[in-house]
């Protein structure tokens, strides 16, 4: 659960989501999403009491490149 790559949509993804995902308790996912935001892997983003985690933009150049489909393919 330390590797953020579930959060690479760029979708804001809640703690109970997560833990669905990887079929772990919400408290679990809650540990490994505090660690890797301590570490700048994801950030965390409040409103209120909703609470969501997504992952920090490459670059904003790549992020708009993406959104046009201009970026190269694999």
Excluded: F
């Amino acid at each position: 659960m330390g590797d953020p790559s579930l959060l690479a949509d760029g979708a804001a993804w809640t703690a109970q989501a997560v833990a669905d995902h990887a079929n772990v308790s919400k408290r679990t996912a809650l540990r490994a999403l505090s660690a890797l935001a301590e570490a700048g892997k994801v950030m965390r983003v409040i409103k209120g009491k909703d609470v969501r985690y997504v992952a920090p933009a490459r670059s904003a150049i790549a992020s708009r490149l993406l959104l046009l489909g201009l970026a190269a393919r694999s």
